[in-house]
């Protein structure tokens, strides 16, 4: 099986089956955000406790690329910090600027790499994640 088969399979796995989906019955660090381009959307809920994400959960509408990315990045910033979880959207913007980023931590990431070569689709990979970024610094500005 070549690697781009592999990739494309725990991609379509995602936006099939995507982790984390939903709203949050309790108060909830919220942003929704849509991608100019195309118009799809995006709402991302955060519950933070003590400077920890405890859980991410994220409705919206999108691309295979846009909400399998979603569903990988509720998932890895679970019971992260604040400050690693601003780490690991760095390293996902380093990821598709085509420079050597790695997630052991969740390796499903890793799929969306080559998204990098199609620059169309890359607003698409990052939305979840630019979402994340304005979710943790409304959470930093709360206090
Ligand atoms: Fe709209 Fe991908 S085409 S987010």
């Known amino acids: 099986m070549q690697l781009d088969d592999l990739y494309r399979r725990v991609i379509m796995d995602h936006y099939k089956n995507p982790r ?16 100019p381009t195309c118009g799809d959307r995006i709402s991302l809920q955060l519950q933070v406790e003590d ?19 979603a569903s990988m990045m509720t998932d890895a910033v679970k019971g992260k910090t ?6 690991l959207a760095a390293r996902f913007s380093s990821l598709m600027k085509g420079e050597a980023a790695e997630f052991e931590e969740y390796e499903d990431i890793e799929a969306l790499a080559g998204v990098n070569k199609f620059p169309a689709r890359i607003k698409c990979a990052t939305l979840a994640w630019n979402a994340l970024r304005k979710g943790i610094e409304q959470e930093q500005h709360k206090h």
């Not at 994220?58 to 990315?69: K, L, P």
């Open 82 to 87: 604040l400050e690693e979880a601003m780490d």
């Open 20 to 35: 984390n989906q939903g709203k949050f019955d309790a108060e909830a660090v919220t942003v929704d955000l849509n991608n």
């Open 51 to 69: 400077g920890i994400v405890k859980a991410a959960k994220f409705t919206g509408e999108g691309c295979s690329i846009s909400m399998s990315s």
